[in-house]
DNA sequence: ATCGATAACTTGTCAAACAAGTTGACGAGT
DNA sequence: ACTCGTCAACTTGTTTGACAAGTTATCGAT
């Protein structure tokens, strides 16, 4: 009603949990702190932090269920290697809530897998290059054993992420991999998707090895759709998405 | 060196703080808690779920650092509306942390933002585009001011990402495009900059409202490239890329 | 009936204590 | 001299209790 709403985000009232575990977050992000580090005992941060050792525990339970630090009972507290894997980790739950999520999710590696592809196409050594058609060659032969291709699948995308050159890029393609994996292992059980599969990796690597980025960029393009079409079907929800951009308050 | 690395993930020791998250983030994901609703008071959680309040505590902090439960003091707690940008807050923490090279990130904002120009020609709403081509007015009469043309950009951007409509894609972009927005302010001093972003913004805009997803794409593909150009053009001498100082002991 | 003050409730913080687990050092046995 | 078991100190996990700070709802006065 009124334009009153403006004046809300007065609230700058942040915790001291909060603020301690900011202050660690920036003593991290800072490169003071280092991945495998061991923390001080909570003890000795109530001490030098001026709270109290729950203060400093809810701070530390906050950046473990984050994936940033991890407790071990008796043996003290150390920062994770803080891989973009597991720091992603707490997006599979929000994921889990939306439904349309998930077609973001493949649009996102529609576009990113894209970028990479072409990336690569330009970038590749012929080392990376060979390693690639070998790669292939192994998913002709794999299409009868799901769980090898997935393996094969893995290492196929990992190649082209590497080839490309680009450590941002290959991060969120990784992770992006990771969250559907789980969708992943049904829809290669359908008839007809590991050979859709195979034959896609082909053609994205000829598009690679005759350095064409933008033969890559479809390439992968139809690769990935033809991966989320799979993945949708397997699925079994019923709730087909089609786009329908609507947002409800 | 020895295959022992195998025997490593015993460590099957949930403690009960994490158990009573995983509790809750299951009621919550399940739908028996909806967004909004407000939880049971700590005693009672801690009441019912047979643990002690610090318990408790400890898990709906580390809910709240990760975007899904909000504390007021004395107010009660209560789900947040689940919105996946909220969700996604931790992301930007994580893209803090790893230092990638600034060619990494010019390039992968080359190839998301085209990824969602192109999107936005798709799905962008009237309203929208009106918006957009507003902006676009703004843009031309603020190439003297740096500082309102760079509130002008942020919106635009904005702006196109909302309308593109794929939350991952938006999040990733808008984290890019602060992570080099210190550079940007230096550039957008130098003579020409600002003209040119304001031609490629009227360039994006003609593509979007003519639903042209490849024209959109490629003209946000000039258009994070001349901005990668004068970036990098205006970083000589100051730097302020991240640095990471090492330490030992 | 409207408004303000009070009481009950809820979260934020602190303190002290014990249980459970780990680490390192010391000493007995080989 | 080396290995191994034991023990002591330390660290995290959990519980209980208490008080401060803030919010909400009830109730009484105007």
């Not at 000795?44 to 400093?56: D, F, G, I, K, Q």
């Not at 090895?209 to 799979?230: F, K, W």
């Amino acid at each position: 009603m009124t334009p009153l709403d403006k004046f809300k985000p007065i609230e700058s009232k942040p915790s001291a949990s909060e603020r301690v575990a900011e202050r660690l977050t920036t003593l991290i992000s800072s490169g003071n702190i280092a991945p495998g580090d061991k923390l001080p005992s909570e003890n000795e941060l109530s001490r030098a932090l001026h709270v109290s050792r729950p203060v400093v525990r809810e701070a530390l339970r906050g950046l473990a269920m984050m994936g940033i630090v991890e407790s071990r009972q008796g043996g003290g507290c150390y920062v994770t290697d803080l891989k973009p894997n597991r720091l992603m980790a707490p997006l599979s739950f929000a994921l889990s809530l939306q439904d349309y999520s998930l077609e973001s999710l493949f649009r996102a590696r529609e576009v990113i897998d894209c970028g990479i592809a072409a990336d690569a196409a330009r970038n590749a050594t012929g080392e990376q290059i060979a390693m690639l058609e070998e790669l292939a060659d192994q998913g002709r032969k794999l299409v009868d054993d799901p769980v090898a291709f997935r393996v094969m699948d893995a290492e196929f995308h990992e190649v082209v992420g590497k080839a490309a050159g680009n450590d941002f890029l290959d991060n969120v393609a990784r992770s992006l991999y990771g969250l559907a994996i789980d969708q992943r292992r049904k829809a290669s059980a359908l008839p007809g998707v590991l050979e859709q599969s195979a034959r896609d990796h082909e053609q994205i690597i000829r598009a690679i090895s005759r350095r064409d980025p933008e033969g890559a960029r479809l390439a992968m393009n139809d690769h990935v759709r033809h991966i989320r079409d799979t993945t949708l079907k397997a699925m079994e929800g019923g709730e087909t998405i089609p786009f329908r951009p609507r947002e409800g308050g």
